[in-house]
């Protein structure tokens, strides 16, 4: 079994480190020491080229007292002298992000697992690509037409504007086609017709939340959870456990979800969290998606992250036998 890991993190991840279990990362990373891992944080910024290699400036984590902390000094890697890199820092997908996706272009993927792959990362937009699954979500349109996006709205009455690139909800607009906003709420968001927006066909079961489905490898998992919308809001939008209640998958939620499960795992997407209404799939979350541990922990009774490590550790266990293997073959 692999040893030694790198989570790249986000920044607010690593300012507020310790102690943080509303983070998916946080139970990801203690269950790694736990189990005698050697784990390495960084930020996007600290990737970079050297002598045409791809490098990292990580501090070293460790246990203490059931918690998890990290060494302030940093310490200059290859990304190759880690088994495995979980790269997952949150939106926005900007230049910054693209910048740090690209720095892995520079790493042996044989050698090291990537999880997820940042090449594909930056070729999967979490709002765009839903439409590679047409039967599985809910009629939409990606443009920055002003004209386009007041017709729809026109046509199907309510809507939903998304911004292509954020998370966690943001700048995401409830459009209905007699608000005396809707011209300035389409106009800021798509900075007078120049950036593409996703606009959605408003589901009226979106009054009761969106469920989180929970992909890890080509497993769907069967513990979700709901999340509701906050107060004054149509949208899930605060981090509480007031807004969460347990849900079950529905049979075709099951099999929408295996499918892109088993599309999206061979592309190196292997980390998924699938957010449905309806039974169908609002958002495709690839970069940095919530697994809920604590919140399906208290719901369900259970310690989730003992699952999630063990389809965890089968992954990186087959990738590895795999090169094993292809080093005999040799």
Not at 58 to 76: C, G, V
Not at 191 to 202: D, R, T
Request: proline content about 3%; overall charge negative; some cysteine.
């Amino acid at each position: 079994m692999s040893k030694n890991i790198l989570f790249i993190i986000d920044e607010v991840e690593l300012k507020y480190f310790e102690f943080n279990d509303l983070v998916t990362n946080f139970w990801f990373i203690k269950e790694f020491l736990k189990r005698n891992y050697s784990v390495n944080i960084a930020v996007k910024s600290d990737l970079f080229i050297e002598n045409f290699k791809a490098c990292v400036m990580a501090r070293m984590s460790y246990l203490k007292d059931n918690n998890i902390f990290y060494n302030k000094e940093l310490t200059k890697f290859w990304v190759n002298d880690f088994d495995v890199v979980f790269f997952r820092p949150d939106p926005p997908v900007d230049i910054n992000y693209i910048n740090a996706c690209y720095v892995f272009d520079y790493v042996d993927k044989e050698k090291t697992l990537l999880l997820n792959n940042p090449s594909e990362i930056k070729n999967f937009n979490e709002k765009f690509h839903i439409n590679y699954f047409p039967k599985f979500v809910p009629e939409n349109i990606v443009t920055s037409s002003l004209q386009t996006i007041l017709e729809f709205v026109e046509e199907k009455e309510e809507a939903i504007l998304k911004p292509l690139n954020r998370c966690f909800g943001s700048g995401v607009y409830y459009l209905n086609k007699n608000d005396k906003n809707l011209l300035t709420i389409i106009n800021n968001m798509t900075e007078e017709g120049k950036v593409n927006v996703m606009v959605q066909k408003y589901l009226p079961e979106a009054k009761n939340g969106d469920k989180r489905i929970l992909i890890i490898g080509d497993k769907v998992l069967d513990e979700c959870i709901q999340k509701l919308p906050g107060n004054h809001n149509f949208k899930f939008s605060i981090h509480s456990d007031r807004y969460f209640k347990d849900s079950k998958l529905t049979e075709n939620e099951k099999n929408m979800a295996q499918e892109v499960a088993n599309q999206l795992s061979k592309r190196g997407l292997y980390l998924i969290g699938l957010d449905v209404i309806s039974e169908k799939i609002i958002e495709i979350n690839v970069t940095s998606p919530c697994y809920f541990i604590r919140e399906i922990n208290q719901h369900y009774n259970i310690h989730f992250e003992d699952k999630i490590m063990g389809y965890l550790e089968e992954i990186i266990e087959k990738h590895f036998s795999k090169e094993r293997l292809y080093a005999l073959n040799k």
